[in-house]
């Protein structure tokens, strides 16, 4: 079976880039700057960008800088998948241990 892909729209490429950008940074933050240069796209888009993010609570600013984070949905998100796969090996790990009994 052949799998159909579609092309991504530009706005949510570049979108889906920042987030991975500032994954790895959630104490320090990034400076627009820095977000800038390394998604390599104009300063006045990560500006116009980040504070409309910023009301989804997906990014947010480091209290008293001018740098940026993944907000506390991107921290709830993980929080949920990250209960979801250890139960789910949880139950796995019962299973394997039942099929493991000897006869």
């Not at 949510?12 to 400076?31: D, N, Y």
Request: hydrophobic share 40%; aromatic share 6%.
């Amino acid at each position: 079976m052949t799998e159909t892909t579609y092309p991504l729209a530009e706005p949510i490429r570049k979108t889906c880039e920042l987030f991975r950008l500032l994954a790895g940074h959630e104490v320090l933050g990034l400076a627009p700057g820095e977000i800038a240069k390394g998604l390599n796209l104009p300063p006045s888009w990560v500006s116009r960008n980040l504070s409309a993010l910023a009301t989804t609570g997906y990014v947010e600013q480091v209290a008293g800088t001018n740098r940026w984070r993944l907000g506390v949905q991107f921290v709830r998100i993980a929080t949920t998948v990250a209960t979801n796969l250890n139960a789910a090996k949880r139950q796995l790990d019962d299973i394997s241990a039942r099929y493991s009994v000897p006869l």
